[in-house]
Structures are given as C-alpha cells and as structure tokens.
C-alpha cells in the first residue's frame, strides 16, 4: 500500500493556481502559445485585403459603367459631325520683282511684286494693284512680309491705306555689315480697297525667293 504525499507550499498556498511566466518557459512551450495568435492575425490580414479587394472591384466596374453610359452619347455626337475643311480659305505669297523692274536710285520707294513668275500664287481676295497688294474681299488676315539687305544703312516702312487713311509701321535700320532681315507680320480685320504697301531701298536689298516676299492669309 503506497501512501501518496502531497507538497504542500511552505507559504501555505495550497491548491492555488500561479500566474504563467511565459519568459521562463521553454522555447517550445511559448512557440505552443503563440502560434495560434499568429495565425489568428494572418487570417484576419487575408480576409481584410479580401474585402477591399472586392470593393475596389466593384467600384471599379460601376464607375467605368457610368463614364462609359456618359461617354456614348458624345462619342456618338463627335462621330456624327461632319469633318470639313474650309477651302475658301485666301492664301497669297508673291516675291520681290527683279531690279530691272525696280528704281534703283538710292532712295527708299514702293517696292514692286512678282505675282506671275516661280513660287508665287495669288488667293481669290487679292490682287496686284500698283505695286499694292489690294484686299478685294473683307476679312481677318495675317500679312507678313521679309526684306533681306546686303548692305547697312537700310530700312523698311510697311504702309496701309484705306481710303486715302494710311497706318504706317517703320522697321529699325539695318546697321551692322552683313546679310541682314527685316521681318514683320501681325493680323488685321481688313476692308474691302485696302492697299497694302512696303517701302524700302532696292540697291540694299537681296531679291531671291526666300529671300524678299510678302504675303497673308485669312484666318
């Protein structure tokens, strides 16, 4: 007959149950207790990015629904315009005339036009009047001109008449040696019977097609 023997604390705490000291137990021990709260944060991590996964989704495919519903309607409306191009649009470039043409006295003088001869071609709302480039049809036009000289000391004035009132723009003189341009262009709303006029000094000036021309276009 064996007699079993219980210990009992020396402080007399007998049947009491101690707080665990997770610290103090083995590696094994704790890797038992923590491992069902790791696995419970990774459940909780994967079912979180679930939801906001499938969120996204469907907000996703809502929102391209209604941009898609509101898109048609104006795609369809682009669609169904017409692309057209305005061929009534005026273009004319002409170039300077030859000096055999042009006074050649060393004073500045309405410089003549080529309007016939190389890459030079006139709109339906010019024509060549008197050295004049003559507006025959009313509208916005940009007008450009370039005078290029040889030699210093020159200059150039850009004229418009309209019925005998004339608005004058002077160029600064050409001053340095060299190869020199003078380039202007601007837009205007023009009349009908505007002239339209450059001055300038012919025996300074250089008279190749790239070099001297005017010409406008209506916007």
């Known amino acids: 007959m064996r007699i079993m023997l219980q210990m009992l604390p020396r402080d007399g705490t007998a049947g009491m149950a101690t707080p665990l000291n997770q610290d103090r137990l083995p590696r094994r021990v704790r890797a038992k207790y923590l491992k069902p709260s790791l696995l419970g944060c990774i459940l909780v991590l994967i079912v979180t990015a679930l939801q906001v996964a499938a969120a996204s989704y469907v907000s996703y495919y809502v929102l391209k629904g209604q941009l ?13 315009a017409p692309v057209t191009q305005d061929v009534n649009k005026c273009i004319t470039r002409w170039t300077s005339a030859h000096l055999s043409d042009q006074e050649t006295r060393g004073e500045e003088v309405v410089l003549a036009w080529e309007t016939e001869v190389g890459q030079v071609f006139t709109g339906n709302c010019t024509a060549y009047n008197q050295k004049s480039l003559e507006i025959i049809k009313p509208g916005v036009y940009f007008i450009y001109f370039q005078v290029m000289f040889h030699e210093s000391g020159s200059n150039v004035t850009f004229v418009m008449d309209f019925n005998g009132v004339k608005k004058v723009q002077n160029s600064q003189q050409v001053l340095e040696k060299g190869s020199k ?11 009908e019977g505007t002239k339209i006029f450059v001055k300038s000094n012919p025996k300074h000036m250089l008279l190749r097609e790239s070099e001297t021309f005017i010409g406008l276009f209506e916007i």
Not at 181 to 191: D, I, N, P, R
């Open 68 to 80: 898609q519903s509101g898109a048609d309607g104006q795609t369809a409306k682009v669609l169904a």
């Open 181 to 191: 341009a003078v380039f202007f262009g601007s837009t205007y709303k023009l009349s």
